[in-house]
């Protein structure tokens, strides 16, 4: 393969892997960064309050 040929086809797959790259760092920003870490702060919230909580009277059954 003549060196200009071999050189241009690389310079067009280094275009395609840089917008595919782009592409990919979009998607990861257009997510919610805080989603996960906040489901998991206030699932722990609730199990520290479900702990501290006084454990309630068993009703008696007729």
Known sequence: MHPETH???HHLH???LRA???GHRRAVA???PGD???RLGWTLV???LRLVAPP???T???
Do not use: V
């Open 20 to 22: 595919e790259a782009d």
């Open 7 to 9: 050189l241009t086809l």
């Open 36 to 38: 996960l870490r906040s």
């Open 14 to 16: 280094a275009a395609e």
């Open 46 to 48: 609730e199990l520290g």
């Open 60 to 62: 008696a059954l007729p």
């Open 30 to 32: 257009a997510r919610r």
């Open 56 to 58: 309630r009277a068993a």
